[in-house]
C-alpha cells in the first residue's frame, strides 16, 4: 500500500520534458554500466537528482523510469521524504521547497532556487549565511549546494536542521524565508602579491582592536595587537584586497590585508609565503577585525614564524577566493514538516 501511495504521488508530479528526458538517460546509462556495484555515493547522487526532480513539472508517462531507478538504489529515500513543491518568487527567481524528511532529532529540507530571467543562478551559488529557519522549537541547522542544472539555470540545496533539545523532531510548521544569495563566484590561486619582506619594519606602529574572530595553532587575543596601516600604495594585484601594512612584531611577521565590504560580497582570500625552493610556509595564526569606519570592511592580519634573515627567501602568495554578483529579494516559505 506504501508503494502504490509513495509511486502515485510522484507521478502526479510534472517536471519540463527536456530536463526529464536527460536525468532518465543519464540514470538509466548508469545503471547499465554498473548493474551491480552501487555505492552509497551512488545512493547520494540519485537522491539529488530525484530531489531535483521533484522540484520540476514531469510527464507521469516519463518519470517512471527515474522513480524505478531510485526505488531499487534507495528505497528508503524514496519513502521518507515527502513532497512538498511550495515556492515564493521575487526578483525574477523562484524558491521551491520541493521535498522533506524527520529522521529523529533532525529534518532534512531540499530546496531549489531558479534564475527565471537570466543567469543569476549558477553552479557557485551559495546561500550565504542569509536565510532563516523558524521553527515553534530551537534548532541548529546549515545549508549546502547538493547540486546544479545549468539548462534550467536551477541550483538545489540540502537544509538539515537539530533539535537543540536532543528529542524527535516534531511534525510541525516550518518557514524558510531568503534575503539575497551570491553567485558567478571565482577562486584565483597562487597569486604573487609584491612586496619586499627584507625591507619591513621590525620597529612598526601598533593598536589595540576588538577581534571578530581568528584561527591557528598560535592564535591568541589576549596578546594580539594589530598593525597600524602603513603602506602608502596598494600592493595586491586582485581588486577587492588592499595590503596595507607590513610588520616585524616580537620576532614574527605580520602581513594584513584589508577585503573591501565584506558584508555584501564575502569575498575571502588566504596568504601564504612561498619559498625560492617551492615550499610553502603557512601563518601559524590570522586575527580578523573590522574597520572603524563602519564601512563592513574588514582586516585580516596573518603571523608567520620567521626570521627576517629568512624571509629574503620567500615571497608573499595568496589564495583569493570572490563573489561576482549578489542578488537580493525576499522570498518566504511556510510549508509543513510532517513524521
Not at 538517460?25 to 555515493?41: D, G, Q, Y
Not at 543569476?120 to 522549537?137: E, G, I
Amino acid at each position: 500500500m506504501e508503494d502504490i501511495r509513495l509511486k502515485q504521488a510522484v507521478q502526479a508530479i510534472e517536471m519540463p520534458r527536456a530536463m526529464e528526458e536527460r536525468i532518465t538517460e543519464r540514470l538509466c546509462r548508469a545503471a547499465r554500466r554498473r548493474p551491480a556495484r552501487w555505492t552509497r555515493p551512488a545512493v547520494a547522487v540519485l537522491a539529488a537528482a530525484l530531489s531535483l526532480t521533484l522540484a520540476m513539472p514531469v510527464l507521469a508517462a516519463h518519470v517512471e523510469p527515474v522513480y524505478d531507478l531510485m526505488y531499487l538504489v534507495a528505497p528508503a529515500m524514496a519513502q521518507s521524504f515527502q513532497p512538498v513543491r511550495q515556492s515564493d518568487q521575487d526578483n525574477g527567481v523562484r524558491m521551491e521547497v520541493v521535498s522533506a524528511r524527520i529522521q529523529g532529532d533532525s529534518a532534512q529540507i531540499y530546496l531549489t532556487l531558479q534564475d527565471l530571467e537570466g543567469d543569476r543562478v549558477d553552479a557557485t551559488t551559495d546561500l550565504y549565511d542569509s536565510y532563516t529557519v523558524r521553527t515553534p522549537y530551537d534548532t541548529a541547522g546549515h545549508c549546502e549546494q547538493a547540486g546544479y542544472d545549468a539548462e534550467t539555470s536551477t541550483a538545489l540545496f540540502l537544509v538539515t536542521l537539530t533539535h537543540l533539545e536532543g528529542q524527535a523532531m516534531p511534525g510541525d510548521k516550518i518557514t524558510f524565508s531568503l534575503r539575497e544569495f551570491l553567485s558567478q563566484k571565482e577562486e584565483r590561486t597562487g597569486i604573487s602579491i609584491p612586496a619586499d619582506l627584507s625591507a619591513v619594519s621590525t620597529a612598526p606602529a601598533t593598536q589595540a582592536v576588538d577581534l571578530r574572530g581568528g584561527s591557528g595553532e598560535a592564535f591568541d587575543e589576549s596578546s594580539f595587537r594589530a598593525l597600524i596601516p602603513n603602506l602608502p600604495e596598494n600592493a595586491c594585484p586582485v581588486e577587492g584586497f588592499q595590503l596595507t601594512s607590513l610588520g616585524w612584531v616580537e620576532g614574527k611577521l605580520h602581513v594584513q590585508l584589508l577585503v573591501d565590504d565584506l558584508l555584501d560580497n564575502d569575498n575571502h582570500a588566504q596568504l601564504y609565503l612561498t619559498g625560492s625552493d617551492g615550499t610553502v610556509l603557512e601563518p601559524e595564526a590570522s586575527y580578523s577585525f573590522w574597520a572603524e569606519n563602519g564601512s563592513g570592511d574588514s582586516y585580516e592580519e596573518y603571523v608567520f614564524s620567521l626570521s627576517p634573515e629568512e624571509a629574503e627567501n620567500y615571497r608573499l602568495t595568496g589564495d583569493f577566493f570572490l563573489s561576482g554578483n549578489r542578488t537580493q529579494g525576499n522570498w518566504k516559505v511556510t510549508f509543513p514538516l510532517e513524521g
